[in-house]
């Protein structure tokens, strides 16, 4: 099992720019699909990006590309959420997610995806 433990989030003006991190601790020896998701009140869980923990390579949704960078340290067991250009549409409870690759599936960041460990949510706000 994993645990993971989210923190960056803030307030911030339209246009700027947060910087949101996941620590993983546990068991950070397997190779994990990681991902961050978005909640607004009321509404379904959005995906928002993912990359494996053993690959550079990531995908995003289409709201954020351009904008969202994901990137994952493994010396430190932690991922990045790098969020540019931001706009009060951003505005959500941000949480971080994973699911081992043993599973089988691709990594990406849609909502069928197995992801079952989960942290507790960081809240960003984009104002006007």
């Known amino acids: 099992q994993v645990q993971l433990v989210e923190s960056g989030g803030g307030s911030v003006q339209a246009g700027g720019s947060l910087r949101l991190s996941c620590a993983a601790s546990g068991d950070t020896k397997r190779r994990y699909c990681m991902g961050w998701f978005r909640q607004v009140s009321g509404k379904e869980r959005e995906a928002v990006a993912s990359?494996?923990?053993?690959?550079?390579?990531?995908k995003y949704a289409d709201s954020v590309k351009g904008r969202f960078a994901i990137s994952r340290d493994n010396t430190n067991n932690t991922m990045h959420l790098q969020m540019n250009n931001l706009t009060p549409e951003d505005t959500a409870v941000y949480y971080c997610?994973?699911?081992?690759?043993?599973?089988?599936?691709?990594?990406?960041?849609?909502?069928?995806?197995?992801?079952?460990?989960w942290g507790q949510g960081t809240q960003v706000t984009v104002s006007t």
């Open positions: 990359i494996y923990t053993s690959s550079t390579s990531a």
């Open positions: 997610a994973a699911f081992s690759s043993a599973s089988g599936y691709g990594c990406d960041p849609k909502p069928d995806r197995p992801y079952n460990y």
